[in-house]
């Protein structure tokens, strides 16, 4: 199964996840990046209100690949507006398979994970897998078993 993991990183957390999940299912890597990093209070602002923000140039479509990993810190319990924006970017991903991966500082904050879920849902891909980590698990690198039972999903 070829993968692309489509990462957004405002701090690195979740970008040190998606690199060693890249390593571990031998997939590819794409940063999602805003254009313009705006003032924390804007930031969360514009998450609580699922608002998308411009992005650079990355890999936003799935042609080449059987299935997608899309990574994200919460912000306000939900997605950045660099994710709601690359989500609306994608492109040639019907039928192919999803899984959706955020880190946290705590441990309420399920919107993020049901919003990608749901659009990519609606989008017709085909849901394998979920998963969420502590920012300070992410720090001590203690990605415990439930990494690796995330990772096989993604593995032929
Ligand atoms: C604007 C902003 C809003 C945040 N909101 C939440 C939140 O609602 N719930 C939570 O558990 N963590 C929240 N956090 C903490 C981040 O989700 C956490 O530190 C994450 O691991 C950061 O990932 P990154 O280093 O890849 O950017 C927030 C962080 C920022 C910058």
């Given at each position: 199964m070829k993968t692309l993991i489509a990462c957004y990183s405002y701090s690195g957390h979740t970008l040190k996840v998606a690199e060693a999940?890249?390593?571990k299912i031998n997939a590819d890597l794409t940063n999602i990046k805003s254009e313009k990093d705006d003032w924390y209070?804007?930031?969360?602002?514009?998450?609580l209100r699922e608002k998308k923000?411009?992005?650079k140039p990355c890999q936003t479509d799935l042609m080449n690949y059987d299935g997608l990993v899309l990574?994200?810190?919460?912000?306000?319990?939900?997605?950045?507006?660099?994710?709601n924006k690359y989500l609306?970017?994608?492109?040639n991903?019907?039928?192919?398979?999803?899984?959706?991966?955020v880190t946290s500082g705590g441990k309420r904050s399920q919107k993020a994970t049901i919003q990608m879920r749901e659009y990519l849902d609606s989008q017709g891909m085909q849901f394998l897998g979920q998963m969420r980590l502590l920012a300070k698990d992410v720090d001590d690198e203690k990605y415990g078993e439930i990494?690796?039972?995330?990772?096989k999903k993604f593995i032929d």
């Open positions: 999940l890249k390593i209070p804007f930031r969360l602002w514009k998450a923000v411009p992005i990574c994200s810190p919460v912000w306000g319990g939900k997605t950045p507006p660099a994710i609306s970017e994608l492109t991903v019907k039928g192919k398979h999803f899984g959706v991966f990494f690796d039972l995330f990772a």
